[in-house]
């Protein structure tokens, strides 16, 4: 059977909250996850998440509005309806490439800003009408919470937990799924 | 401490041995040209490529500025008649006369500019009162020791090379020439002089008191912050007075070859070379030291932040360049649009070269944040860019000087050895004066514990 008990530990004090992640780390405790107001400096690294590879993504998202922007405008000026502009020839792609280029550069950084967002909000699980998922609204405001899974050590995991400064603890039987 | 290494001091001599002995070969044996070889010469060109030449002309897929150039060079080098050929001969011999001189030029511009950029790094470093670079300020200080030198040097040959290098100081061409004619009162050759002067003065003094600043800031009580305050203070005095020196002196030093064109941001984009370039040699020199052990202080975010601004600046370069191209281009105004015409007709491969060099190189390779922080990435990325802002340099100088009788041969790599040997014995000397490690720094304890 899987033991669904968690502990909420509450800091009011990002440093507080960065040496006590690190204790717990350090004796070994898994952290479900940290809720902050703010983004803390260096706790992901802390808390030892995988890198990001939203970098990866939005160069793909560029290239694709690279893409997107030359064909665009292949088809437009050149192909459909070519248009004789500044006495410059209308007939030729390449002939034609510098005035293209702010569209091209534009286009890419549309696409890879755009989609960038859109990806970051669909993996952090983000939606229109997504109801907040952090337990406790204090942490929208001054609060910083640890959320951590207990496995018949909730004795020892309060007295470590309190020992690092946490101002508040809550046991909490979670009933997801 | 670093301590100049015999080794080095060989190396940098040996450089410059044969980077001079080149050049001065190449340099007597253009002045023994006589008008009878250059015609010689050019009637066996014309047997070779003549049919090729022709039949070139009359491709019309040719653009329109193209073609707007062709029928100019169709008037003035097709002309029939014996007076012109002999003329078109006269006006080849002198461009293989000015070689040597331009190719000298290219090489201590390129080398005085990188010094020149660091100064300018460095004192954004000051008056922004950066945290993290304070490790890399004797580094960035050795460099611009060379500011000095290099650039009474290239004062020197631009003065030595008159009118082989600037026509404008040719009074037989002024004199038949109204558009010069009317810019007299700025391109002279004493208020030239006078405003090189006036530039290499300044910039001096700033990297002179910046220096003392910087050594006695070291010297001093651990509590007494009063010399990095003076060196805050001229610093930002010293930014505003190089923004527009360095402008003047690209028109002076540069745009001037062309005295007919000008482009409203040419010292912008003069500046986005110097800058990267400068920065890149920072880079090199710090990487360098380090695997010698000696700059352990040095870490990978320091690094990290280096290829950041190569990255970037790569990137400002090729906004600049193609913000002065793009807009000359649509316009297409005669005298503007000549300067890009000569250069992709009869400079195609380094001019649009070193577009791959300067800018989609380091673009893809700098791109990914951890290769940032691998010293071969830096180095690998970095020797591309400084090549492609030599060449950047070399498209900016040589059209206007030697016209299509361009190679990268013995005048040109001779003058490249003998600067770069110059370089290295100036600013490694420069290094081993001093600590590496600027201990007095208010931030210096920031800057050794930065992280990313």
Redesign the interface.
Known sequence: MKNNKVIHALYTDDDVLMAAVKVVKAENHYIEEVYTPFPVHGLDKAIGLEPTRI?IAS?MYGCVGLTVAVLMMNYIMIEDWPQNI????SF?FM?NL??F??IMFELTVFFAAHLMVITFYLRSRMWPFKGAENPDPRTTDDHFLVEIPINENEKELKSLLTKTGAVELHVIEKNDN | MYKLSKRLKILSLALIIIGATGWFSSYTSSHHLTLEDVKTMLAEEDTHHGGDHLSSHNESSHSEMIQLHQDDHDVSSHAKGEHHKSSHAEHVLHQMHNRPYAALYVAAFFFMMISLGVLAFYGIQYASQAGWSPVLFRVMEAITYYLLPGAIIVLGIAIWADKHLFIWMDPHVVAHDELIQGKSSWLNKKWFIIRGILFILGWSMYRFFSRKFSIAQDNSDINDNSYFKKNFKISAAFLVFYIYSESVMSWDWIMSLDPHWFSTLFGWYVFASMFVSGITVIALITIYLKTKGLMDFVNDSHLHDLAKFMFGISVFWAYLWFSQFMLIWYANIPEEVTYFITRIEDYKLPFFGMLVLNFIFPFLVLMNSDYKRVPWFIVMAGVVILFGHYLDVFNMIMPATVGDRWFIGVPELSAVLLFSGLFLLVVFYSLSKAPLLPKGNPFIKESKQFHY
């Open positions: 970098a160069f500044g006495g410059k020839p030729s002939e510098p005035a280029v702010p």
